[in-house]
T-cell receptor, first 112, second 112 residues
Framework: DTGVSQNPRHKITKRGQNVTFRCDPISEHNRLYWYRQTLGQGPEFLTYFQNEAQLEKSRLLSDRFSAERPKGSFSTLEIQRTEQGDSAMYLC??????????FGPGTRLTVT | QKEVEQNSGPLSVPEGAIASLNCTYSDRGSQSFFWYRQYSGKSPELIMSIYSNGDKEDGRFTAQLNKASQYVSLLIRDSQPSDSATYLCAVKRDNAGNMLTFGGGTRLMVKP
């Protein structure tokens, strides 16, 4: 059983550019979550999907952030018009129902 | 007051000793509790989950939960240098979108 995968692992972008990250959950996991982690802090919840439905998105940090999971499998997180404050580790996790969440390796974003 | 509080450390213990990591939470509606280990530059790795009051043991790890005191702890017996990492406490309300709320983590250093 392969784990959660995320691509790219690292992304360096210039302020104002758009970026998109991909997450592939553990197969058969129907729930997928996005978190953000900044240095010295615990992960911060952003949004989650059950199958293709986005059930919670009020925690997305601004309207520049959006996420999709069009076929209930992989998910993408897009940040438009990036700002330096968006520099962080973006983590994806998946679970089967309300069971334990398992994290992928993360995408480290640096905005210059 | 933060929702989930942990002493940031570092907590330094000698090899072979018991490491005791503590976490308090403010939301009495929290029903599920998790400990994740995070090595520097890596993503969180689930090591324990606990749902009811009392102790839960898994190998060298014991999680303890006291809902009345809103307190959860993790004991690591026979600590090894490879246990040196940041330990993150996370809590979840089962009717709150499956969102995990994390503490800031405790850095553990096990000295040979």
């Amino acid at each position: 059983d392969t784990g959660v995968s995320q691509n790219p692992r690292h992304k360096i972008t210039k302020r104002g550019q758009n970026v998109t990250f991909r997450c592939d959950p553990i197969s058969e996991h129907n729930r997928l979550y996005w978190y953000r982690q900044t240095l010295g802090q615990g992960p911060e919840f952003l949004t989650y999907f059950q199958n293709e439905a986005q059930l919670e998105k009020s925690r997305l940090l601004s309207d520049r952030f959006s996420a999709e999971r069009p076929k209930g499998s992989f998910s993408t997180l897009e940040i438009q018009r990036t700002e330096q404050g968006d520099s962080a580790m973006y983590l994806c996790a998946s679970s089967f129902g309300a069971l334990e969440q398992y994290f992928g390796p993360g995408t480290r974003l640096t905005v210059t | 007051q933060k929702e989930v509080e942990q002493n940031s450390g570092p907590l330094s213990v000698p090899e072979g000793a018991i490491a005791s990591l503590n976490c308090t939470y403010s939301d009495r509606g929290s029903q599920s509790f998790f400990w994740y280990r995070q090595y520097s530059g890596k993503s969180p790795e689930l090591i324990m989950s606990i749902y009811s009051n009392g102790d839960k043991e898994d190998g060298r790890f014991t999680a303890q939960l006291n809902k009345a005191s809103q307190y959860v702890s993790l004991l690591i017996r026979d600590s090894q240098p490879s246990d040196s990492a940041t330990y993150l406490c996370a809590v979840k309300r089962d009717n709150a979108g499956n969102m995990l709320t994390f503490g800031g983590g405790t850095r553990l250093m096990v000295k040979p």
